[in-house]
């Protein structure tokens, strides 16, 4: 393991332990808010929904050009600009005192998002030899979910249900992360992939790049019903606990149920992996979406907390299946001067993330925190709506397949 470390670019490694630490902090803060604005600002269900959904909204509207516009311009001007951005959003948060600037800072945070998210995950794409890419993703994945193991616990204990000191802490995290970042660009600037300097598509030409391959159109539809499905646990779930009358300590569970999530993603990830790179991903994100939308029926069925846990497993298996995949799969079929494109349109598909927190608050609102069932069974269908999409998806990708053996056999 020492060995392949050592063959991984300086700057993914410093990428991956980047996202570690943003993820520890964010996680203390983030997956608080539903309860913050529930518990202290007193706002209905519904109020909390959109102003926890505008985040992944902001991500959705502009998550294309952070892509194109780094393949473009560079990764490292995107990045630096988003890091030191998102940075000063986190103090705004710690400042608000009013629901419209919550409203405001969160939209913000969705936009520093979606701008540095696709450009990093590109940018690793670029610095990083084929045979290593799988290691690298998973790695990055893997650090998302360690700094989530004790970020909800921190942030439990911080008091992050009720105080918004925990954001100050974010933001001076991400400022440190942007200028180890600077210091890295200027320090390996010379092994990095340079702009693509020829006259650059109109928006419209640069989006049918995408939409004209049909196994990724396919697939973006179909994953925008699974992150329909998996944006329900930090929005719908949290509200869910906190308002039920039949659970006691509701914000406390819900953090455990954060950790156990993170912790269950480190301890299945490499046998997952190993597993599913035999296969096609997408058969990864079929599996993976039947996994989330089941989950959710359990989450409404269930009675005790062993239940509760016993569908955060299941659930976590499912999240390992559809993202620990996607950014192999993207990087398989896009070309790589349109990787940042690829990347940047894919993240079209947290329009799931955007219905999820709406959608589940109005259920709560019209039936009632205490009628589990009424509430988590709509969301699990709406979650298996998916799956034709991807099934669909896995038959362009066979079809695909077999017209290229026929070509090179004509060859």
């Given at each position: 393991?020492?060995?392949?470390?050592?063959q991984?670019?300086?700057?993914?490694l410093?990428?991956?332990?980047?996202?570690?630490?943003?993820?520890?902090?964010?996680?203390m803060?983030?997956?608080?808010?539903?309860?913050?604005?529930?518990?202290?600002l007193e706002?209905s269900?519904?109020?909390?929904?959109?102003?926890?959904?505008?985040?992944s909204?902001?991500?959705?509207?502009?998550?294309?050009?952070?892509?194109?516009?780094?393949?473009?311009?560079?990764?490292?001007?995107?990045?630096?600009?988003?890091?030191f951005?998102?940075?000063?959003?986190?103090?705004?948060?710690?400042?608000?005192?009013?629901?419209?600037?919550?409203?405001i800072?969160?939209t913000?945070n969705?936009?520093?998002?979606?701008?540095?998210?696709?450009?990093?995950?590109?940018?690793?794409?670029?610095i990083?030899p084929?045979?290593?890419?799988?290691l690298?993703?998973?790695?990055?994945?893997?650090?998302?979910?360690?700094?989530?193991?004790?970020?909800?616990?921190?942030?439990?204990?911080?008091?992050?249900?009720?105080s918004?000191?925990?954001?100050?802490?974010?933001?001076?995290?991400?400022?440190?992360?942007?200028?180890?970042?600077?210091?890295?660009f200027?320090?390996?600037?010379?092994?990095?992939?340079?702009?693509?300097?020829?006259?650059?598509?109109s928006?419209?030409?640069?989006?049918?790049?995408?939409?004209?391959?049909?196994?990724f159109?396919?697939?973006?539809?179909?994953?925008?019903?699974?992150?329909?499905?998996?944006?329900?646990?930090?929005?719908t779930?949290?509200q869910?606990?906190t308002?039920?009358?039949?659970?006691?300590?509701?914000?406390?569970i819900?953090?455990?149920?954060f950790?156990?999530?993170?912790?269950t993603?480190?301890?299945?990830?490499?046998?997952?992996v190993?597993?599913?790179?035999h296969?096609?991903?997408?058969?990864?994100?079929?599996?993976?979406?039947?996994?989330?939308?089941?989950?959710l029926?359990?989450?409404?069925?269930?009675?005790?907390?062993?239940?509760l846990f016993?569908?955060?497993?299941?659930?976590?298996?499912?999240?390992?299946?559809?993202?620990t995949?996607m950014?192999l799969?993207?990087?398989?079929?896009?070309?790589?001067?349109n990787?940042?494109?690829y990347?940047?349109?894919?993240?079209?598909?947290?329009?799931?993330?955007?219905?999820?927190?709406?959608?589940?608050?109005?259920?709560?609102?019209?039936?009632?925190a205490a009628?589990?069932?009424?509430?988590?069974?709509?969301?699990?269908?709406?979650?298996?709506?998916g799956?034709?999409?991807?099934?669909?998806?896995?038959?362009?990708?066979i079809?695909?397949?077999?017209?290229?053996?026929?070509?090179q056999?004509?060859?």
């Open positions: 393991m020492k060995q392949l470390l050592r991984i670019h300086p700057l993914a410093t990428i991956i332990i980047g996202t570690m630490f943003g993820r520890l902090v964010t996680s803060s983030i997956p608080f808010l539903s309860i913050y604005l529930t518990r202290v706002a269900p519904t109020e909390t929904g959109l102003t926890v959904a505008v985040s909204l902001a991500g959705v509207l502009i998550s294309f050009y952070g892509g194109y516009i780094s393949d473009r311009i560079g990764r490292p001007i995107v990045m630096l600009v988003s890091v951005s998102w940075a000063g959003v986190f103090f705004i948060f710690s400042s608000a005192q009013h629901l419209w600037v919550f409203f800072a969160n913000l969705g936009l520093c998002r979606a701008f540095f998210e696709p450009t990093s995950r590109a940018l690793l794409s670029d990083t084929s045979r290593h890419k799988l690298v993703f998973n790695l990055r994945y893997a650090a998302i979910n360690l700094g989530v193991v004790f970020g909800p616990i921190i942030g439990l204990y911080l008091g992050s249900a009720e918004t000191f925990p954001f100050i802490i974010a933001g001076m995290v991400y400022v440190m992360y942007g200028l180890v970042l600077l210091l890295q200027s320090i390996r600037h010379t092994d990095l992939p340079r702009p693509v300097n020829t006259l650059a598509p928006l419209r030409t640069a989006l049918s790049t995408t939409t004209r391959d049909r196994v159109l396919m697939v973006l539809i179909g994953t925008t019903f699974c992150e329909l499905g998996y944006g329900h646990f930090g929005s779930l949290a869910y606990l308002l039920n009358p039949n659970i006691e300590n509701g914000s406390q819900f953090s455990y149920m950790s156990l999530n993170a912790m993603v480190l301890l299945v990830q490499y046998p997952i190993r597993t599913a790179r296969y096609s991903p997408i058969a990864s994100l079929i599996l993976g979406n039947i996994l989330i939308a089941g989950s029926l359990l989450f409404g069925w269930a009675d005790g907390l062993v239940v016993i569908s955060v497993i299941l659930f976590t298996i499912g999240e390992v299946l559809l993202f995949m950014d799969f993207i990087d398989r079929i896009a070309k790589p001067e990787k940042g494109i990347f940047g349109t894919i993240g079209f598909n947290h329009l799931g993330s955007v219905i999820a927190p709406v959608f589940g608050g109005l259920l709560l609102g019209h039936f009632g009628n589990g069932v009424s509430v988590f069974a709509p969301l699990a269908l709406a979650t298996a709506l799956l034709p999409f991807l099934w669909k998806a896995r038959q362009h990708e079809s695909r397949k077999r017209q290229e053996k026929v070509f056999a004509s060859a």
